[in-house]
């Protein structure tokens, strides 16, 4: 079974300063691996994701993520994060082996706090 | 390109009753998931569709249904509503490539609140 870990409910960072939201992941074969961003009473949002190739990959908004597979890590980064990117972050899973179809298995979420 | 339409937008219910939430895809994407959101179980797969077929089905209970029409438009429907059932729901499209890795794009969401 896939399953995804955010270790940390809540991040607190200056606005300014670099920003890491951390996601391990855990799949039978290679994973799809993906971040939503989600703002109050609204759905959520694509980031970006990882299929093949670079492991740094480059998503909106200035968000980039690290795909690490020996420490099956995909964590979020971003060099300068703003107030307006405090919202809720979620990372997500879809393991290809599972028999095809789109179904993706989400972490339980991070609350990012960007202070002034 | 208009994005994913649910409706409606808040739902009060009452124990016992039944309720249809609809979503309208992307054009063009016939791949439709349906999501549960809840403070204490997160963000949970309910099931999916594809060309009128389910194609993945989660761990909830039958009260759980849905459906998909010739137009890649969905329902899904839940039967005997219990206060448990209140949550954000969440559809969620994308065009299958056949090979898993397109995204999906949610909708809004409809807030069901059962009283």
């Known amino acids: 079974a896939q399953s995804v870990a955010q270790p940390e409910d809540q991040v607190n960072v200056a606005e300014g300063n670099p920003l890491t939201v951390k996601c391990t992941y855990s799949v039978s074969g290679n994973p799809y691996l993906f971040w939503y961003v989600q703002y109050p009473n609204r759905g959520l949002q694509f980031l970006l994701k990882?299929?093949?190739?670079?492991?740094l990959v480059k998503g909106s908004y200035g968000f980039e993520a690290e795909f690490n597979k020996s420490q099956t890590s995909f964590h979020l980064k971003k060099p300068s994060a703003l107030v307006s990117d405090s919202a809720l972050y979620f990372c997500a899973v879809r393991d290809i082996l599972t028999g095809g179809g789109n179904k993706l298995t989400f972490g339980t979420g991070t609350q990012l706090k960007v202070e002034l | 390109k208009a994005g994913v339409t649910q409706t409606p937008r808040y739902l009060i219910k009452t124990r016992g009753q039944q309720v249809t939430l609809s979503c309208s895809p992307i054009s063009g994407h016939r791949s439709v998931s349906w999501y549960q959101q809840t403070p204490g179980q997160g963000l949970q797969f309910l099931f999916e569709y594809f060309s009128e077929t389910q194609r993945n089905k989660g761990n909830f209970p039958g009260r759980f249904s849905g459906r998909q029409f010739s137009n890649s438009r969905s329902e899904m429907n839940v039967s005997t509503l219990e206060l448990g059932d209140s949550a954000l729901y969440l559809c969620?499209?994308?065009?299958?490539?056949?090979?898993?890795?397109?995204?999906?794009?949610f909708g809004q969401g409809t807030r069901l609140t059962v009283v």
């Open positions: 990882y299929i093949t190739g670079d492991n």
């Open positions: 969620a499209s994308s065009l299958d490539d056949g090979q898993g890795g397109a995204e999906a794009f």
